[in-house]
């Protein structure tokens, strides 16, 4: 059955690629796409103009692969299109080919030379307004001054790019010049720098989703030029070449996942709210060990290993009400970067995975905002203008779920429970001028339920952080930031108040961080930085709750320590199919105790065709703070344990390798990456361990050594009406208790055994389809492998009563798990001049209603009766409305 489903799922999502990449033939395409063909047959480069009548073309074309380039070029003539060929590129333009020399008075006109700053608003308006014919490619911006040219050849370029409607940067857009071969990408601040050859200049502007544009310059000298780019509306017929595909073939880091925030709005999830975590799971390498479960597992590390940054603090726990939201409000963020791999140095402290997630910086042109209504949650998000220079974006959002609870039977117990969370966002942006701006971002998030008429629960996420970015000079540039970052629960227990207690636990940490990039030329570019973080931890206090308690208090001894880190690297182009990264970390720890450990990463890539490339990259990590829990996702009771002389410090590598592709016309792009992973000094948990207000933890856990290995591959298709990812990965991960002369004692008599997180098959699928402009339906399947639970394997009989008597650790897999999920989503209206805009997704989770077990069970009845059970989250189709408007 399993392959069967697999099989049809395979064949309905690639008979459309296969289709499309095989035969050559493309039906009622516009021109746009038409060129962009042209452009993956040629290895020159092709620059497109186009006029007025140009969008209302349609094309089909049918042909061989030898002839397919000859059934273009006749296409365009017959439509009154002549191709120039110039200095080794192709020029496509309407009725007259290229004229290759300026006229003689070309500069000495002053109405005709361009201007000599090239920061111009008539620059950013004309873009915003623009015509059939964009007006930027038909003008030179002059860079440096043209009386007192720069020596030497080459001359820096700098600026930021921003998106046009809403003035925000936009992150990932490549700029790249054909003449000396200098790309560049823009940052998380929508910064780039380039070393351009003095002269005459085109930089090709291009980025997912967006128009494709190209800004002529004449450099004399260093400068600053800030580009602006649009967003690019698809006609339904078009077939689309993204820049994300040879982008992710060309660029030179392994394991690195980018995700856009659009994407996440379409994957149908739980309830209908988009998220964050819940889109990294549907990446190849990534996994949780079941549904509504806090956190997530990458290539074989457990959930601690991850670091999840927010405007650069860290979230302890990225979740709301155990795992079903996350802790991220979609309507504030900007991008994702998950690091599987290949991490670089700027990023340390856990030895699995980095996610970086950044908010959008806020409209510098005018007030926007958004409400979002779904069956439990509601969110609202207002950002704009303060001042010509500031800006400011806000969010909110919160839950109403205590009528959901209602709902349940009363001999469950929880029908008169209550569950909320709620949490806020906000950014304030202000630029003093090009080169220094500072950015202050500030989140809060607090859950809080119960489930009986005893006990109740509350968890707390929090944290700050002022960043400065001062590009000071030409080849340099700086990022200082600084922050606070916050994690308490608290358990309460009010039933009786003679035992009424508070039981809590806490962790904070200031850090700060200097960052510096150095352009040193065509071929090196350094990153170098400083970092301290500062820890401050409250185990655990176990204290009276009211006047009446009789309870005794408990407070753990508080544990600090401070961490340091310096860094180094460079990325060295060798040559234009070959790329080098390599660099070091040395980190420092005190505690009790002293530790040091340097950190090597490395990654390179060879271009083994313009649409293929090899990857590879190791990358050794080390990791100060622990998550103690013998749960196996993240919970709210989990708690943290710093590194002293009696639990070392967790270290990891990890070595990995993979081949990229761009086929079908760049329409489809296809990878397959294999690693393995070492680790040392991870900590699990005894049997029977106590690890709450426990003031000798080190005795009641043990440290142990994990491997993991595994292949993953992928299949994308970004755009078109057809769009989305299928993913296979194959890993196991194990454990085995390490540092005992006498394994007689050990976990699994000190032999490897399966981690709790150990899932070897896991498939996904995500698609889109889209019927029109505003009419879309999205699915998202996923299967894997059933987790391992410890189960007994036999019964005695103690005191006159039944016990159960358990095996090796994690000797049981729970039952495979698979899940359907699909919605319809009708987006806003195209209508500019409209007030607001809605839009809403109506859908069903778990289509089929499985009842997929999270975890089992044993209870004892009576004095010889023991019985299994088995625990599902969602045990049936949860349909689900979200009403969504933007204003």
């Known amino acids: 059955m399993k392959r069967t489903i697999f099989a049809l799922l395979a064949l309905l999502f690639a008979v459309p690629f296969m289709a499309a990449g095989q035969d050559n033939y493309y039906r009622n395409i516009g021109i746009d796409s038409l060129i962009n063909i042209f452009r993956s047959i040629n290895e020159s480069p092709v620059y497109f103009v186009p006029d007025r009548t140009s969008s209302n073309l349609i094309f089909t074309v049918n042909s061989a692969s030898d002839a397919l380039d ?19 590129s192709l020029f496509v333009l309407k009725s007259t080919g290229l004229t290759a020399a300026l006229p003689v008075d070309y500069f000495k006109s002053e109405e005709q030379s ?52 809403s003035g925000e940067p936009a992150v990932g857009v490549v700029l790249y010049d054909s003449k000396s071969k200098a790309v560049a990408q823009s940052d998380a601040y929508g910064f780039y720098k380039l070393l351009l050859p003095l002269g005459e200049c085109a930089l090709d502007v291009s980025g997912y989703s967006l128009e494709d544009s190209k800004v002529h310059l004449m450099v004399y000298g260093d400068g600053v030029l800030d580009v602006v780019v649009k967003e690019k509306v698809f006609a339904l017929n078009s077939v689309v070449v993204s820049a994300e595909n040879t982008n992710k073939v060309r660029n030179n880091e392994i394991g690195i996942e980018k995700v856009r925030i659009d994407r996440i709005k379409k994957v149908p999830a739980v309830f209908g709210e988009a ?25 074989g590390g457990a959930t601690d290993q991850n670091l999840v940054l927010f405007n650069g603090g860290t979230v302890y726990n990225p979740s709301h009400l155990f795992g079903v939201f996350s802790a991220f409000n979609p309507d504030v963020v900007n991008d994702i970067e998950l690091y599987k791999s290949s991490i670089p140095v700027e990023y340390g402290g856990r030895i699995s995975s980095v996610l970086d997630v950044r908010s959008r910086e806020g409209n510098n042109k005018k007030i926007t905002g958004s409400l979002g209504v779904g069956l439990l949650t509601a969110r609202a998000h207002l950002e704009g203008p303060i001042s010509k220079k500031t800006t400011f974006i806000f969010g909110a959002r919160g839950t109403y779920s205590d009528w959901l609870l209602g709902l349940l039977p009363e001999d469950t117990g929880y029908n008169n429970g209550t569950a909320s969370f709620y949490d806020f966002t906000l950014g304030v942006n202000h630029k003093f001028n090009e080169k220094n701006s500072i950015h202050l971002n500030g989140y809060y998030s607090t859950d809080a339920f119960k489930f009986s008429v005893d006990t109740s629960y509350r968890y707390e996420n929090a944290n700050a952080s002022l960043r400065w970015k001062n590009n ?90 401070l961490e340091g880190a310096v860094y180094l690297s460079d990325s060295w182009k060798i040559s234009e199919k070959l790329f080098l990264d390599y660099g070091a970390r040395m980190t420092l720890f005190r505690s009790d105790k002293f530790y040091a450990a340097p950190e090597l990463r490395i990654s390179g890539r060879y271009m083994v065709s313009p649409k293929v490339s090899f990857k590879a990259g190791f990358n050794s990590m080390n990791q100060y703070i622990h998550m103690l829990s013998n749960t196996t996702a993240i919970s709210p009771t989990d708690i ?185 989503n009708v987006e806003p209206t195209h209508k500019l001049k409209a007030f607001t805009h809605f839009s809403f997704t109506l859908g069903v989770y778990n289509v089929t209603g499985r009842k997929n077990v999270y975890s089992i069970y044993f209870e004892t009845e009576g004095n010889s009766e023991i019985k299994g059970y088995k625990l599902s989250i969602f045990g049936g189709q949860i349909p689900y409305i979200n009403l969504n408007f933007k204003f």
């Open 70 to 88: 000859r059934e273009i070029r006749s296409a365009l003539q017959e439509n009154g299109y002549v191709i120039s060929e110039f200095n080794g």
């Open 275 to 299: 998220d964050v975590v819940k889109i990294i799971l549907t990446l190849p390498g990534v996994k949780s060990v079941g549904e509504a479960s806090g956190g997530f597992n990458v290539r």
């Open 114 to 165: 361009p201007k000599e700053s090239a920061r111009q608003q008539e620059y950013i308006d004309a873009l915003i307004n623009a015509s059939d014919v964009a007006t930027s490619q038909n003008k030179t911006y002059v860079i440096g001054s043209k009386e007192q040219p720069k020596k030497g050849g080459s001359a820096y370029l700098s600026g930021y790019v921003r998106d046009s409607r």
């Open 640 to 824: 943290w344990k710093l590194s002293d002389s009696k639990i070392e410090p967790q270290t990891g590598w990890q070595a990995a390798a993979g081949i990229y592709a761009s086929m079908a016309s760049n329409r489809i792009e296809a990878s397959v990456e294999a690693y393995y992973k070492k680790m040392d000094h991870y900590l699990d948990y005894k049997s029977g361990a106590v690890l709450v207000m426990n003031d000798n933890i080190a005795a009641d856990v043990v440290q142990t050594e994990g491997k993991a290995y595994g292949i993953e591959a992928m299949i994308k298709k970004p755009l078109g009406k057809l769009n989305g990812w299928m993913s296979y990965t194959y890993s196991r991960a194990q454990l085995r208790e390490s540092g005992r002369q006498d394994n007689s004692s050990a976990i699994n008599g000190g032999n490897w055994y399966n981690a709790s997180f150990d899932k070897p098959h896991d498939f996904k699928l995500v698609g889109n389809y889209k019927f029109t402009h505003r009419f879309s339906i999205s699915l998202n399947a996923d299967y894997s492998t059933g987790r391992p639970v410890t189960v007994p394997i036999a019964k005695y009989q103690y005191n006159g009563a039944y016990r159960l008597y358990y095996g090796n650790r994690n000797n049981y897999r729970i039952p495979d798990y698979f899940r359907l999920d699909a919605a319809i």
């Open 472 to 561: 000071f000079h030409e080849k340099h540039s700086m990022e200082l930031s600084a922050g606070y970052d916050y994690y308490t629960y608290s358990t309460f227990d009010k039933y009786n108040p003679v035992n009424s207690y508070e039981l809590s636990f806490r962790i904070s940490q200031a850090f700060a961080k200097l960052k510096f990039k150095s352009l040193l030329s065509r071929s090196h570019t350094i990153t170098y930085g400083v970092e301290a973080l500062g820890y401050d931890l409250a185990p655990g206090s176990f204290l009276p709750y009211g006047k009446e308690s009789l309870v005794t208090p408990k407070v753990l001894d508080k544990e600090q320590a």
